[in-house]
């Protein structure tokens, strides 16, 4: 009897004496709001956004708080009796108040001074700090949020079932590391949907809630299977479990399937593009509508064009590939002259940062590796050689009919290196060629129109000469030849032919930002471009000549599955190229494959599907260039240091088809065993009709005949670029050097 006239007092003094020294307290001040039973009704989590990729996979989330919610009936039942066990053994019983458990906490903890003693908190009342939070400010703050918390606690109870009460905490529950509720716990630290948890595993999330950093599996994994044993014993204690079960579950290994969503991300570079294009589509519905949308609370569902086959099969191409091109480049800096090179050009940077005076200043940096990133101590100076060295890279992959992305790796690493290589100029090297070709047949060249390789020279521009990769010259090689094997000599005089006009016309229609320069060297890749634009470029060599807008979203739905937006993927088309040229273009950039520059794609990689494409190397090697398409797909990748100054020093590593082709070609490679997602990609161009195949049937490459030698022997002839001359070489040189075989 003297328990409960204790009860009783415990009961009365918080339930009306406390309720009313809350209000006295709350005078002068903006008053104490107690939600209403129709607030609490229409109470609504902030939910993540999930970002789902074609076949339904998440690829990532917009959040404010990472929360995903479940409903009562996914949550596995011995989830529920460890909770109840080990926070509230009394939740199906008391209406929000544990009499007992404030008892306790009156007499040990607060006079007792025992902080062992426990909270005294319910479920129920962590629901209300959960969902509303606590007042942090005033000397009374903890006793005015223990009322509130109380008085809420009890209105939760009449408004809402148990079973509604412990899904609303579990939905609700903050588990460490931003990440809220129970889904989004199952996925971090166990890759797991919450109906897919074993006991083992539901235990220690459960005993996380006595504290989310000191329990964390993940950094403390010893308390957090101590912790986890706690709970089997609490749920022995209160028969949810027999003790030979328990026994057996002790002696079990604590494993985790730890996904940090900060480095985890197969899409992160490109989860930047749908999250701007996303707040575009839900501006303008909400100018259509009057309702806004937050992206980071609502709960909604993106679906996009990402292909997760294709984009991990990238991801994996980057790490096979650039792991072991990345020991190459390190290892060719590590020896005295390249040590020397990156010294001096560090010293330049330090200088032109005025940063001399701070290079030896220490600071803690995140340093990417591909055997595994790692945090160390490390000064400016070494921090700038360290970057100036490392291999970047970027590959994206698109539909060329509706501009739908397919696959957008953007970096290395994002964590560490967040500038998206999509998206960034750089010099494309012999991968500009196919405008220019393109621009010579809407001009009316054919294929087999011959093209001179003699070596040339213009004083106007510092005796500037093209050099061929083999450094030939001589005889004259077909367009289609010259195309296909890069040449660089023929492609200036098919230059000098066509005319800048020309091809800066189509240039700009194809939808390049960057101004080209009108100099001799551009018909040998001068052009700056990005990947995005390249790729966008070739599409329209695919997809019978427009020019497409990239495109990341299908659609958007509301948590409850009503749509918002849905992309038709229809767009107003202008045509920038002829279907004659398109044709011919094809053919041509598919002999570049099959016979050409890109020959290794399906001879050393074992691509079974049909591409055409092109290689592109920069001068000494800066960045490298393999672009490639088909009816379905297009797919580019560039790579190189963040400065060309930083190099391979030869093309057994440096150029286009070994540095950036192997991207490609292990990206479609491994794409091929995802056999649903592979049979869309998988397609070929029509024959071409045999009027124009027939223009395209001639050698690559001629010797000038007898007659053409002797009557150019004497001809040391001047042409002109533009303004300027161009002297040609010797012929009689040339002859003699053809005739010893040089």
């Known amino acids: 009897m003297k328990i409960k006239r204790l009860s009783f007092v415990v009961v009365l003094l918080f339930s009306i004496v406390m309720p009313a020294f809350l209000i006295v307290t709350s005078c002068g001040r903006k008053s104490v709001h107690l939600e209403s039973r129709t607030e609490l009704l229409n109470y609504k ?5 999930k970002v789902l990729s074609t076949d339904g996979r ?5 959040y404010y708080q990472n929360r995903t919610n479940v409903s009562y009936s996914q949550i596995p039942q011995f989830l529920i009796n460890a909770l109840v066990a080990t926070e509230d053994v009394r939740f199906f ?23 062992r003693s426990g909270g005294g908190s319910t479920i129920t009342q962590q629901l209300a700090k959960n969902m509303y939070g606590r007042q942090k400010k005033g000397a009374l703050a903890i006793v005015r949020n223990k009322v509130r918390e109380i008085i809420l606690a009890r209105r939760i109870e009449e408004t809402f079932s148990k079973e509604e009460i412990l899904t609303l905490y579990l939905n609700t529950v903050p588990f460490g590391e931003n990440i809220y509720g129970l889904e989004a716990a199952a996925s971090r630290y166990f890759n797991k949907k919450v109906e897919q948890l074993r006991q083992e595993e539901a235990a220690v999330l459960v005993g996380m809630l006595k504290g989310t950093t000191y329990y964390n599996p993940a950094l403390h994994p010893d308390r957090a299977r101590d912790r986890r044993n706690i709970v089997f014993s609490q749920m022995v204690k209160y028969n949810y479990l027999k003790q030979g079960e328990a026994d057996s579950l002790h002696r079990l290994p604590l494993k985790l399937d730890y996904r940090n969503a900060e480095s985890e991300g197969i899409a992160d570079y490109f989860l930047v593009q749908v999250r701007s294009e996303a707040d575009r589509i839900l501006k303008d519905v909400a100018s259509k509508t009057g309702k806004e949308w937050n992206i980071e609370t609502e709960g909604l569902v993106i679906n996009t064009t990402m292909s997760f086959s294709l984009q991990y099969s990238a991801i994996s191409a980057f790490r096979e590939h650039l792991s072991v091109m990345q020991k190459r480049l390190s290892d060719q800096y590590s020896e005295p002259e390249g040590r020397e090179q990156i010294a001096n050009i560090t010293e330049n940077i330090l200088a032109g940062e005025n940063l001399v005076q701070k290079a030896g200043k220490m600071k803690v940096q995140t340093l990417f590796d591909w055997e595994g990133s790692h945090s160390d101590s490390i000064s400016i100076r070494d921090s700038i050689k360290y970057s100036l060295t490392l291999l970047h890279a970027g590959l ?17 690493d994002f964590s560490t290196q967040p500038y998206d290589q999509i998206l960034a100029r750089r010099q494309l090297g012999s991968a500009f060629k196919p405008i220019l070709y393109a621009a010579a047949l809407e001009d009316g060249i054919d294929p087999c129109h011959y093209l001179e390789n003699d070596s040339i020279v213009l004083p106007e521009y510092q005796d500037w000469h093209p050099e061929n990769y083999d450094h030939t010259y001589g005889g004259r090689y077909s367009m289609a030849g010259a195309l296909a094997h890069s040449m660089n000599i023929p492609s200036f005089y098919l230059f000098r032919r066509v005319g800048f006009e020309k091809v800066d016309s189509l240039w700009r229609v194809m939808g390049f930002s960057h101004d080209l320069v009108n100099t001799p060297a551009l018909a040998l890749g001068t052009a700056e ?23 990341s979203i299908v659609s958007i739905t509301t948590a409850d599955g009503r749509i ?17 040229t398109l044709q011919l273009m ?28 092109k290689t592109g190397t920069t001068q000494n090697y800066g960045d490298a260039w393999f672009v490639a398409f088909n009816p379905n797909l297009t797919i580019a990748a560039r790579a190189g240091a963040s400065s060309p100054l930083i190099h391979f020093n030869s093309g057994s590593n440096g150029t286009g088809n070994t540095l950036a082709l192997p991207l490609v070609a292990l990206t479609l490679k491994k794409a091929e065993s995802y056999r649903n997602e592979w049979e869309q990609v998988v397609d070929s161009f029509p ?13 690559d490459f001629r010797e000038d005949n007898l007659v053409d030698r002797f009557i150019d022997i004497f001809k040391n002839e001047q042409v002109t670029y533009d303004t300027a001359t161009v002297r040609t070489e010797s012929r009689i040189r040339s002859f003699i050097q053809k005739i010893f075989k040089r």
């Open 45 to 49: 989590n902030a939910i993540a956004s």
């Open 58 to 62: 998440v690829i990532g989330k917009f």
């Open 93 to 115: 019983e008391h209406k929000g108040v544990d009499t007992r458990s404030l008892f306790r906490v009156l007499f040990k903890t607060i006079i007792g001074g025992n902080k």
């Open 396 to 412: 994206l992959a698109i539909e060329p009919g509706t501009g739908a992305v397919r696959a957008w790796v953007g970096g290395i």
């Open 529 to 551: 471009a990005s990947i995005l634009e390249t790729a966008l470029a070739y599409s329209s060599f695919a997809n019978d000549g427009y020019k497409m807008t990239p495109k």
């Open 564 to 580: 918002l937006y849905q992309n038709d993927f229809s767009e107003v088309r202008n045509t920038v190229l002829s279907e004659r």
């Open 586 to 613: 094809r053919a041509m950039l598919r002999k570049a494959v099959t016979e050409g520059t890109g020959y290794s794609l399906e001879h050393t990689y074992g691509v079974t599907a049909p591409f055409a494409g």
């Open 687 to 699: 024959p071409l009709p045999p009027e124009l195949a027939a223009i395209l049937d001639c050698p």
